[in-house]
């Protein structure tokens, strides 16, 4: 994982079958847009997290491509409903080839 760059997640630990719940993620990332300059002039290369992904049990519940208007340490909250005790999985996808993730297990009361 690239220096600075943290994903926090959080999910509750248990529901009951079927419930709707709240996610909110954040990922701290500098999230350069490629249209700065540095003090000498240079364009500062884009940087940003292009793409933002979750699962459970293997499924997809978001998939979000990301464009450089997006701000610096981006945060995204959503409701998901959950059938079954299982795992989300996070994924952020760097410009620069990284990818970050995340593994919150969920179980069912």
């Given at each position: 994982m690239a220096e600075g760059v943290k994903p926090r997640v959080k999910v509750p630990k248990s529901v009951s079958a079927g419930e709707t719940i709240t996610i909110k993620t954040l990922i701290s990332h500098q999230m350069e847009?490629?249209?700065?300059?540095?003090?000498?002039?240079?364009?500062?290369?884009?940087?940003?997290?292009?793409?933002?992904?979750?699962?459970?049990?293997?499924?997809?519940?978001?998939?979000?491509?990301?464009e450089p208007a997006i701000s610096t340490n981006p945060y995204f909250e959503f409701e998901a409903t959950v059938p079954?005790?299982?795992?989300?999985?996070?994924?952020?996808?760097?410009?620069?080839?990284s990818v970050y993730e995340s593994v919150q297990e969920v179980a069912v009361n």
């Open positions: 847009s490629g249209q700065r300059k540095d003090s000498d002039g240079n364009v500062i290369p884009r940087s940003i997290i292009n793409r933002f992904v979750v699962d459970f049990n293997g499924e997809n519940v978001i998939d979000v491509t990301l079954e005790a299982g795992e989300f999985h996070f994924t952020w996808y760097d410009d620069d080839g």
